[in-house]
């Protein structure tokens, strides 16, 4: 009988020594994880500004054309891109007037879902000012935007197919 309780309590201390181990290998997996997300790239604002000014050039030359489809996408491209500022970039205190940006991008798709041409180039540059207002409000005064002259790139056709 003292036997098989000696044998049972060194079952119990194994049992309990193994269940730390356990804790302790989960835990620098957790800690590992943890160094792997804090060092992972993640896109700063100037990257998805950058990204935003790339579409709003396309979006001219889109809409300009009458090309309402891949104007739509455009749009769609800057949305998700402000969306992207507001989910990565919570840090900075710029995003905070990120807002004003909502009514010109929302007078925009209704130009293009109307497929009107003239609304689309009062909605545009009315966008384009709110850029420089926010940049203004934001001390980066510097970055100013305007309507595009040429397309950003030579590789693809803007009139409507």
Known sequence: ???????????????CNQKQDNTLVWKQQVDSLRNRIDSAYAPGLGEFMSDIQVHHAKLWFAGKNGNWELANFEIGEIRESIDAIQKYCTDRPEIKELPMIH????????????KNTEAFKRSFSRLTVTCNNCHQVTKHAFNVIKIPDTPPFTNQVFEKP
């Open 1 to 15: 009988m003292r036997m098989n309780f000696t044998i049972l309590l060194l079952c119990g201390l194994f049992a």
């Open 103 to 114: 009514n010109p991008m929302d007078s925009l798709i209704t130009s293009i879902t109307d």
